[in-house]
């Protein structure tokens, strides 16, 4: 197929080229940035330099190129700000379903989260409510999912991937990532999905029926648990301790069931008891 890929320099996007390459895809990548078209090329894409909020030019730009599906991993999270990363979540998924919607595109898939759930007591499954009565600030965050989410879905072969938090090279969790040293043990449950699995879930679920699916690793644990593990992984001074407190509601994990037992999707890396290890410190 022709694939749009959206968000193509981010760190998902730059392991998604080669695994679309591979499996024979012809691959445009928007970047606004037009330094960026070098990378993207060596990368095995051609570049499109394009602004997603900027709607008038992303219609007629994917109507030119005339792709079969797009891919949309956009973010923008190198700064930290909630409130831009969810107006791109809403005006820049808008705009890209709404090219793709012109150029009659049949098929997105289309990057999510899995902690914008409502509260609970297990991990969360794909058929419960997001938390759209959260408090401020992640009441943001979860109003930018929704949006993204029933832009989305506009689309008749539409597969949302809610991925835990991305783990590995390149991320937030890595040695010197955004994280590595500020970590605090709670009892606040996470569920971890490695970049390298995130990637391979976006290029299958090209062939997906159309869903809503988590994915993340095999191993929702509390930050008592993971934090002293990847802490020693990367190198990082080990935690204070902490005492005992409540969990956030909201902070539950997710349920990898349906994408493993019904669209044949597993992590290779199974758990981040391992895989913050596999992943060396320094990358």
Not at 104 to 122: N, T
Not at 148 to 167: C, D, I, K, T
Not at 193 to 213: I, K
Request: hydrophobic share 40%.
């Amino acid at each position: 197929m022709h694939i749009l890929l959206a968000g193509a320099t981010g760190v998902l996007g730059r392991r998604l080229i080669p695994l679309l390459v591979r499996d024979g895809h012809q691959v445009t990548a928007l970047t606004r940035r037009p330094a960026s078209s070098a990378v993207l090329r060596k990368l095995g894409a051609n570049p499109l330099v394009a602004n997603v909020f900027e709607r008038d030019s992303v219609i007629a730009l994917t109507r030119d190129a005339r792709p079969d599906a797009v891919v949309h991993q956009l973010t923008d999270l190198s700064g930290g700000d909630l409130r831009r990363n969810a107006e791109l979540r809403e005006m820049g998924t808008r705009n890209l379903v709404d090219a793709a919607l012109a150029a009659d595109v049949q098929r997105i898939v289309a990057q999510s989260i899995a902690w914008a759930y409502v509260g609970g007591e297990l991990p969360a499954t794909e058929e419960e409510s997001l938390d759209l009565d959260a408090d401020e600030p992640r009441r943001t965050t979860v109003l930018g999912v929704a949006a993204l989410e029933s832009a989305v879905r506009e689309v008749p072969g539409h597969v949302l991937l809610r991925y835990g938090l991305l783990y590995g090279p390149g991320t937030w969790f890595t040695a010197g990532g955004a994280y590595a040293d500020r970590l605090r043990p709670n009892d606040d449950v996470t569920s971890f999905v490695h970049v390298d699995d995130a990637a391979r879930a976006a290029v299958s679920a090209l062939d997906w029926d159309p869903a809503t699916l988590n994915i993340a690793d095999d191993e929702p644990a509390p930050g008592r648990e993971w934090v002293p593990v990847f802490c020693r992984a990367v190198h990082a001074p080990e935690p204070p301790p902490s005492p005992v407190g409540e969990r956030s509601a909201w902070a539950r994990g997710a349920d990898n069931s349906l994408a493993c037992k019904h669209f044949g999707w597993s992590p290779r890396h199974e758990s981040w008891r391992t895989g913050f290890a596999e992943s060396p410190a320094g990358q």
